[in-house]
């Protein structure tokens, strides 16, 4: 099976922090997503990845980047987080052959 | 972006009772995925749908992928109470950039009273 894990479950973090959000995939997909899940809105793009070093922006990129030095990992990082960026955060990655994501567990963010 | 728009928001059964939930879209789709989410866990793909037509079962669960590429809907029949969880829709392609990008719906809360 594939997986999908994300470092941590829960965090907490002060404003102004920067925040890395840890995710690694053990299939070798070339395809990573970052998401965040807020009750209401469903599930939004923040950023994806295709490749090692290529990334592009999703729906909601503003306050996020992202790094994809090696293949297996996808990071989020909020620069300066915001607590309008508490939220849970979902990494997804695929083999881009129409079989869908796979997703890890979700990170629940809480800025304060 | 691409816009799905999922129904119902939320929905509270009886255990045994039949669900339908639906997406529609005015872009077409290549491809609907259903996802189901447990509470505190990520999405797990349920069913996917490739052709327009297509009906696809997966044990009580029953998707179709309309035949406009527009729209699908998903059956659970006689729900038990570990069916509750969130449930999206999702599609993928044509247009909107890469062909692996989905677009999601804001999902189905089901609820099920024992």
């Known amino acids: 099976d594939v997986k999908v894990t994300q470092s941590s479950r829960y965090l907490v973090k002060r404003t102004g922090e920067k925040v890395f959000l840890e995710c690694v995939q053990d299939m070798d997909h070339e395809n990573m997503f970052w998401y965040r899940q807020d009750p209401g809105l469903g599930l939004r793009l923040i950023y994806f990845s295709y490749d090692v070093k290529m990334k592009e922006k999703g729906d909601i990129p503003e306050g996020y980047s992202v790094s994809r030095e090696k293949k297996e990992r996808f990071s989020l990082i909020l620069e300066s987080a915001s607590t309008n960026q508490t939220s849970m955060y979902l990494c997804?990655?695929?083999?881009?052959?129409?079989?869908?994501?796979?997703f890890g567990s979700g990170t629940r963010l809480t800025v304060v | 972006g691409q816009q799905l728009n999922q129904s119902p928001q939320s929905m509270f059964i009886q255990e045994g009772e039949d669900v339908s939930m639906n997406c529609t879209s005015s872009?077409?789709?290549?491809?609907w995925l259903w996802y189901k989410q447990d509470p505190g866990e990520g999405p797990v793909l349920l069913i996917a749908l490739y052709k327009a037509g297509e009906l696809t079962s997966n044990g009580r669960l029953t998707a179709q992928f309309g035949i406009t590429r527009k729209d699908s809907f998903l059956n659970i029949s006689a729900s038990i109470p570990s069916d509750v969880g969130i449930y999206f829709c999702a599609g993928q392609g044509p247009s909107g950039g890469s062909n692996y990008k989905l677009t999601f719906g804001k999902g189905t809360l089901l609820t099920v009273n024992p």
């Open positions: 997804a990655s695929t083999m881009g052959d129409l079989y869908g994501y796979t």
């Open positions: 872009s077409i789709f290549n491809t």
